[in-house]
């Protein structure tokens, strides 16, 4: 029996039905009959009522014409239900087959083959025609009547001869290809970065339903926003940087510095805040080194914590106390706060013009303390929570929830379970690396793909930071296309699609626990593990180990 596409089509009349049905019993087992072909083109929308591909023969685009149809000196005429509507059939089918025709012939899977034989034909079955019936562009061949369905699979296999004026007829192979063109241009599959794109435009929309917190703080000078892991605290950073610089009804524009610890969220905020109006833009955006230095203090070495601790906040202190009115601040935003040292806060209080009731938004996550710092600003803060977490999926928010310092609700939506990988300290970097080429196996796109690692750095983190310098390889993060390498130490405020964390510590350090937090909580999607069991127990315990099915 004929090959059908689709195997029982729905028609929209009688006539349709019937000439199909037709068709269908006296077709070859080589042929194949397509039904109901819709295509769209930059003209118009098309609709072929049946095309009938025979290899070796040629193709027939058909179009089928119920109840009484007839052509007098005015053109084409169909009675249908007591009413005269005038038609163009023969243009309609032609147009048609022109059109499936030149979308096949784009296809690239088409390639060089060249065009094969298309022919048209109008079915009325309901009508009858004259033998020496003719006009210039319907042949009395391609127009089949009432008299002729009895012969109709004959009489469409001589109308596809006529109509191939030359032209090759299709192979049995260029049938099949046809139809697999005409089914879809090409074949497409299950995305997993489509879907966490998609999570990631519900949390954007949370994060922008949570900012009414930001109408809580309008009257407020000092306020500190509590949050953990995925809650927005940068997006509401960088809100209420904008809405203090352009300023707000009867609130006048402010001079805003929006300041953080780590090179790669600089980085994002830079970019982020670049995007927005020249109006809306705080007057500086950048780490507390880089705030320093636009005023002419010089970096240190990263290894000398005296410098940090104490030479480079003194010397800054020293030099806002010396700031004309014109250079200082009525209000500052500090994201990832307790990354501050106590040491901090005098430089930043210093360059606010008015250091009692000038503006101090402070964002913080107490239990992302990975640093040996432990400040907090001298200032009396107004604390405001936010309790839910919106970015990681539920599953991987509940494997870091123990690790949080209070409870928070998981509003990320459903994903995988996360996945713990056993191995040894030594023999995490090599686990990690072939935890990655699966995910990039599994159709993830390298850039939403992060390696983080918990003790040394990998190898590729360092020889990127040595190719680039610090700055290059935190811009890497943002531009570049392929998997980022990185510490959990460098991450916080920073998160990708899949993250693979590799725990390449033998024995437990100080604020190992925050680490893990950290390191388990940057992943949105998916979430693998990668370490020594008893690792897991001693700093995460048990409620963390059951979670990542390493207890039961």
């Not at 072909?37 to 058909?62: F, M, N, Q, S, Y």
């Not at 169909?78 to 309609?92: A, E, F, H, L």
């Not at 063109?181 to 922008?208: C, F, H, K, M």
């Not at 040491?343 to 210093?350: E, K, N, Y």
Request: net charge negative.
């Amino acid at each position: 029996m004929v090959r059908v596409v689709p195997d029982r089509p729905t028609s929209t009349t009688a006539s349709e039905q019937q000439v199909w049905d037709w068709l269908r019993a006296g077709l070859d087992p080589d042929d194949m009959l397509l039904a109901n072909l819709r295509l769209t083109d930059e003209d118009k929308d098309h609709e072929a009522d049946l095309v009938v591909l025979l290899p070796d023969v040629g193709i027939v685009v058909v179009e089928v014409k119920g109840g009484s149809v007839w052509c007098d000196e005015s053109g084409w005429w169909q009675r249908s239900r007591g009413r005269d509507k005038k038609i163009d059939p023969v243009t309609q089918v032609r147009t048609t087959k022109y059109a499936i025709r030149d979308y096949v012939a784009r296809d690239p899977r088409w390639g060089r083959r060249n065009h094969v034989a298309w022919g048209h034909a109008v079915v009325a079955p309901y009508s009858d025609f004259p033998d020496d019936w003719s006009t210039p562009d319907c042949p009395r061949w391609s127009l089949h009547g009432r008299r002729d369905q009895a012969d109709l699979v004959e009489r469409i296999r001589e109308n596809a001869r006529r109509a191939a004026q030359g032209k090759p007829a299709p192979t049995y192979d260029d049938v099949d290809l046809i139809v697999e063109i005409l089914a879809g241009r090409l074949p497409t599959s299950y995305d997993v970065n489509a879907e966490a794109a998609e999570r990631a435009a519900v949390a954007d929309r949370l994060t922008q339903e949570q900012a009414t917190i930001l109408q809580v703080t309008r009257l407020l000078r000092r306020v500190e926003v509590r949050g953990g892991a995925g809650s927005g605290k940068t997006v509401l950073a960088l809100q209420q940087a904008k809405e203090l610089t352009r300023g707000r009804g009867e609130r006048r524009a402010e001079r805003v510095a929006l300041l953080c610890y780590s090179i790669g969220l600089a980085e994002y905020l830079k970019r982020q805040v670049a995007g927005w109006h020249r109006k809306e833009r705080p007057a500086f955006v950048g780490t507390f080194e880089e705030f320093g230095r636009q005023w002419g203090v010089e970096g240190g070495s990263r290894e000398d914590s005296a410098f940090w601790e104490e030479t480079l906040p003194r010397l800054m202190g020293e030099l806002a106390a010396e700031l004309p009115d014109g250079k200082k601040y009525d209000s500052i935003v500090v994201d990832e706060a307790q990354d501050f040292a106590d040491s901090w806060w005098r430089p930043v209080l210093g360059a606010l013009r008015d250091e009692e009731e000038g503006g101090l938004y402070v964002y913080s996550d107490e239990n992302q303390r990975i640093f040996a710092r432990f400040g907090r600003p001298p200032v009396a803060l107004v604390p405001l929570v936010l309790d839910h977490n919106l970015r990681n999926t539920r599953q991987i928010h509940g494997s870091f929830g123990p690790l949080a310092p209070s409870r928070m609700y998981a509003r990320g939506g459903d994903g995988r379970e996360v996945r713990f990988v056993a191995c040894t300290a030594d023999d995490a970097i090599q686990v990690a690396d072939d935890e990655v080429v699966a995910l990039l196996d599994e159709g993830w796109d390298p850039a939403n793909v992060a390696l983080l690692t918990t003790g040394h750095r990998h190898p590729e983190q360092q020889a990127q930071t040595e190719r680039h310098g610090h700055l290059g390889y935190w811009r890497s993060f943002w531009e570049g296309d392929d998997v980022f390498y990185g510490h959990v130490l460098g991450s916080k405020g920073l998160e990708r699609a899949a993250v693979v964390l590799c725990l390449n510590e033998r024995e437990p350090r100080d604020r190992a626990r925050e680490r893990l937090y950290v390191g388990m909580s940057r992943a949105t999607d998916v979430l693998v593990v990668v370490g020594d069991r008893a690792f897991v127990r001693e700093v995460g315990g048990h409620e963390v180990a059951k979670r990542l099915g390493i207890d039961s």
